[in-house]
């Protein structure tokens, strides 16, 4: 399996669980840092912190894709479009779609190849 090209940030949220069992918590940040609580598990996500979090994500997230477009030699559209949109793909499926060039049966395999490459440039 190829892909899953893209960034996650999961997020849990143990607030109604800490209210059941009688445990309060209170998150304090200093105060020129106010979006630093932003995420906590002890609270549930408002839009600001959702919003912080997205951000966060896509920061790294486009990126990515726009190293995926480049080495690949294909335009960040068709990453998008046509590697998976985060998916894992199964390698002729990825063949296919030009993920990747070619399946390498193991690591000396791809060592060999990645010195033959070095050696021949």
């Given at each position: 399996?190829?892909?899953?090209?893209?960034?996650?940030?999961?997020?849990?949220?143990?607030?109604?669980?800490?209210?059941?069992?009688?445990?309060?918590?209170?998150?304090?940040?200093?105060?020129?840092?106010?979006?630093?609580?932003?995420?906590?598990?002890?609270?549930?996500?408002?839009?600001?912190?959702?919003?912080?979090?997205?951000?966060?994500v896509d920061s790294y997230g486009r990126p990515?894709?726009?190293?995926?477009s480049r080495y690949r030699g294909v335009d960040?559209?068709?990453?998008?479009?046509?590697?998976?949109?985060?998916?894992?793909?199964?390698?002729?499926?990825?063949?296919?779609?030009?993920?990747?060039?070619?399946?390498?049966?193991?690591?000396?395999?791809?060592?060999?190849?990645?010195?033959?490459?070095?050696?021949?440039?």
């Open positions: 399996m190829v892909g899953s090209i893209g960034t996650i940030y999961p997020h849990a949220e143990y607030s109604k669980q800490l209210e059941t069992a009688g445990i309060a918590v209170t998150v304090f940040t200093n105060s020129d840092s106010p979006r630093k609580s932003h995420g906590s598990p002890y609270k549930a996500l408002d839009e600001s912190s959702r919003s912080t979090l997205q951000e966060f990515f894709i726009e190293d995926v960040v559209d068709k990453v998008v479009s046509d590697y998976g949109g985060g998916d894992a793909l199964r390698a002729s499926v990825a063949i296919n779609k030009g993920v990747v060039d070619r399946i390498v049966r193991d690591f000396d395999d791809t060592i060999s190849r990645m010195i033959q490459t070095t050696t021949t440039s």
